[in-house]
């Protein structure tokens, strides 16, 4: 994946401390930084806020990044999430005075942060800390207008600030690259040769400011099919954009819970559940209208029979989930649901 990407001319690898346990840093360092000079690649990594509750933790930390990464400093550096429910990590403890000392010694060239906080929120952090190079924001055609994400004005305070814009969530974890047929097909017949992702890769890199996408990929084929996006990155004519409105509204009508996969949650249930996975599956379950048995409710089957893994209804409603989550779910209902939706006697449960 890491040899297509470079071989393709890009050149900008994301990754993140607490993610799979630090093997992302890790596997960063095995792939790109021990096979590729130095000067040919730059490194995104993140200061975790949202675990962070005393000052002596951050030198550790960051020191561990570097160590795992191999790397002597960072291409870009975010403060990770800022919003109110990593609060402790920013305000309670001076993260933001100890990543502009790195900065200044030279570990970290540029300095940012990502946020899934609100527009408001947004526009007061970047008034108080000005320094802050760069933004990362959760930007798709879906959340554009919606009111809890705010998409579309977080990415105009960015600009009122004249701050370049990295995205995330293009495809919404993966959601905007299976919709509804009847979604799909609006697109098709409005340009029969742009794939469904296309349309929502072409949304996010022709915005205004824009500077990098993060794709997330998970596969070779997922790095191919975006290598060829950016080949062809026309942007999107005004019967697209219109096409567009009519695809979220279609899915909007559609879609159950709007949880976007951070994962956040699922650390800190102490039930073990994959609330993420589990919200997924209901999600589809939920768009294409399935009743009695169906091959997601199958799926969630397959799941629950997993060794050390709890189901929907193992929730205790101890709502240490709904503090992490940044879209605000109240995820302990949505869960009473899902185990109505799928632990029924038609499966097994």
């Given amino acids: 994946m890491v040899d297509a990407l470079m071989d393709a001319g890009f050149n900008c690898l994301d990754t993140v401390y607490p993610y799979h346990e630090g093997l992302s840093e890790i596997?960063?360092?095995?792939c790109v930084v021990e096979r590729y000079p130095r000067e040919s690649f730059k490194i995104f990594d993140k200061l975790p806020t949202f675990a962070i509750t005393e000052e002596s933790q951050l030198e550790p930390i960051f020191a561990e990044q570097l160590e795992r990464c191999g790397v002597e400093y960072f291409d870009y550096?975010?403060?990770?999430?800022?919003?109110?429910?990593?609060?402790?990590?920013?305000?309670?403890?001076?993260?933001?005075?100890f990543t502009n000392k790195k900065k200044e010694e030279g570990y970290i060239k540029h300095?940012?942060?990502?946020?899934?906080?609100?527009?408001?929120?947004?526009?007061?952090?970047?008034?108080?800390?000005?320094?802050?190079?760069?933004?990362?924001?959760?930007?798709?055609?879906?959340?554009?207008?919606?009111?809890?994400?705010?998409?579309?004005?977080?990415?105009?305070?960015?600009?009122?600030?004249?701050?370049?814009?990295?995205?995330?969530?293009?495809?919404?974890c993966g959601f905007l690259s299976d919709v509804p047929k009847e979604s799909e097909g609006l697109m098709k017949k409005c340009n029969p040769d742009k794939s469904v992702v296309s349309w929502a890769m072409r949304f996010v890199a022709n915005l205004e400011g824009v500077f990098l996408v993060l794709t997330g990929s998970s596969s070779l084929e997922q790095v191919e099919n975006n290598i060829e996006e950016f080949k062809n990155i026309d942007p999107l004519s005004d019967d697209?954009?219109?096409?567009?409105?009519?695809?979220?509204?279609?899915?909007?009508?559609?879609?159950?819970?709007?949880?976007?996969?951070?994962?956040?949650?699922?650390?800190?249930?102490p039930e073990e559940i994959d609330?993420?996975?589990?919200?997924?599956?209901?999600?589809k379950e939920k768009i294409l209208g399935?009743?009695?048995?169906?091959?997601?409710?199958n799926a969630y089957v397959n799941y629950s029979k997993l060794p050390g893994v709890g189901i929907a209804s193992d929730c205790s409603e101890c709502e240490a989930c709904i503090e992490e989550c940044p879209q605000e779910i109240n995820i302990p209902e949505v869960l009473k649901d899902?185990?109505?939706?799928?632990?029924?006697?038609?499966?097994?449960?």
């Avoid at 596997?27 to 095995?30: I, P, R, S």
């Avoid at 109505?340 to 449960?349: L, M, V």
Wanted: net charge negative; glycine share 4%.
């Fill in 27 to 30: 596997a960063l360092k095995k």
């Fill in 77 to 97: 550096y975010l403060m990770h999430n800022v919003s109110g429910f990593s609060e402790k990590g920013w305000l309670d403890v001076d993260s933001f005075a």
């Fill in 111 to 172: 300095l940012g942060l990502s946020t899934h906080a609100n527009a408001e929120f947004l526009d007061n952090i970047l008034t108080v800390h000005p320094e802050m190079e760069f933004v990362l924001l959760q930007l798709n055609y879906l959340d554009w207008e919606d009111e809890g994400i705010e998409s579309r004005k977080c990415w105009e305070v960015a600009r009122k600030h004249n701050k370049p814009v990295m995205v995330m969530e293009a495809y919404k």
């Fill in 240 to 269: 697209e954009l219109n096409v567009l409105k009519k695809v979220s509204e279609i899915i909007n009508a559609n879609i159950t819970v709007d949880c976007t996969k951070c994962r956040y949650c699922v650390e800190y249930c």
């Fill in 275 to 283: 609330i993420s996975k589990i919200f997924d599956l209901y999600n």
């Fill in 290 to 297: 399935e009743n009695e048995w169906s091959p997601i409710g």
């Fill in 338 to 349: 899902v185990a109505k939706t799928f632990e029924t006697e038609g499966y097994g449960f």
